[in-house]
């Protein structure tokens, strides 16, 4: 053998037990900077409602970590923007999709090698898809539904004597009236039901939504983001417009002069009415369902769809939307969006919506239920969710409570909508 043949055989056990030692940590440092990295997450959850699925990723991602830091999605966009001044964005962001607009020129797309438009759409809802994928770029992975659900008093129904909850609103009004009592000279001391005003009822503005989406129109249409409130259409050959129904269904239960009369400014808002045995029913949110329990242990909470207008061929819903999405600032978007696909996948996102006790977005994890009933509420109303585009949710808000508080006061439902209307549209400009 030659001398250098020797010489390439040290050479090659030598680099070899160079890679070893470094592979099994004896040359100090060199093994953690080369083969370990972190993913920072901002949510809008507690941390201890993401440990599961954050256990679940270490475990089979050993070299990298995930450091989860909660926010106050008030300020989100704020932070959002200071921290890509200062250059130290996160590499996911948990977005409802209420902030996806203030957000979207700050979001990367998602590669098309994680997962197509079609089975994007295919995966998730339409509620989800809807908003996090615009013109077939996806810029967000849903992982959580907020849905709309039918919170009502067990034991009020019994005394009443009506046995199930409201299927349609033609119910809901007739139930509202039974369960709605009053001194003898006509003030209410319980209320059937919290509809009618915007200024005691937090999610006014969702439940006129959900009418509205019901009757066959949107608000904002997330397609095309035109604003589309207002708007007629033909309904067994007559012309209306489902906004103008809407708001006068919901105005009426606020009219002392109405037999629809349940609620007025004396009560306090829905959730802390119902935990006061103040009121018998009242439509919210999913996400509302943890706090409630608490507050109302001594009370026998029924949780069921919301009503539907009578005959209707299709039942909708209105839900919020949520999911991981990576800044365009993000030195380890390919990284992120690995994660972000690994906490939506079948097995995982059941351990993060079973925490905050929402619906997850997957269609087939919904389609396989939930043991819990309030969860089998939620999934089931996950599935028929819709939503609207919303560019920016305190100013909307407080446009569509406007409209809401006029037509309660006795102005034309036609012009307060028309009102509305061309405020929204000032916000898309």
Known sequence: ?????????????????????????????????????????????????????????????????????????????????????????????????????????????????????????????????????????????????????????????????????????????????????????????????????????????????????????????????????????????????????????????ARREKTSYSWNHTFSPPEDAFSREDLAMFIGRASAYRSLAQRSAHISIGVSPVPQYKNASVKINYANAFAFTVPLQSQQQHTAWRVATFFAKPDIVPLITNRIVLAPARRDVLGAGHSFPPSSVFYEEALRSRTWYDPDPARSSSILKNMIESVAAGREASLAAAEARTRLESLLK
């Open 1 to 253: 053998m030659s001398k250098l043949q020797v010489g390439i055989y040290i050479g090659v056990i030598f680099i070899t037990l160079i890679v070893v030692f470094i592979f099994l940590g004896v040359i100090p440092g060199l093994r953690q900077t080369s083969f370990s990295t972190t993913i920072v997450m901002w949510g809008i959850f507690p941390e201890d409602d993401f440990k599961s699925a954050l256990g679940a990723w270490q475990e089979e991602n050993a070299s990298i970590s995930i450091v989860y830091v909660q926010k106050n999605p008030a300020s989100y966009t704020t932070e959002l923007l200071q921290a890509i001044a200062a250059g130290h964005v996160p590499d996911i962001m948990v977005l409802p999709d209420t902030l996806f607009h203030a957000n979207q020129s700050n979001l990367s797309q998602m590669p098309s090698l994680f997962m197509t438009p079609r089975e994007y759409s295919e995966t998730f809802t339409g509620a989800a898809t809807s908003i996090f994928m615009q013109s077939d770029a996806i810029y967000g992975i849903p992982f959580a539904l907020d849905p709309m659900v039918l919170y009502w008093n067990r034991d009020f129904f019994a005394s009443d004597a009506i046995a199930t909850p409201p299927v349609t609103w033609d119910e809901f009004l007739l139930d509202a009236q039974k369960l709605t009592k009053r001194t003898p000279d006509g003030n209410l001391i319980r209320a059937g039901a919290a509809m009618g005003l915007a200024s005691n009822i937090p999610q006014s503005t969702d439940i006129v939504s959900l009418l509205i989406l019901q009757g066959g129109t949107s608000i904002i249409d997330p397609a095309t983001r035109t604003v589309t409130i207002g708007e007629s259409r033909l309904i067994n050959q007559i012309q209306s417009s489902p906004t103008e129904t809407a708001l006068l269904f919901y105005a009426d239960f």
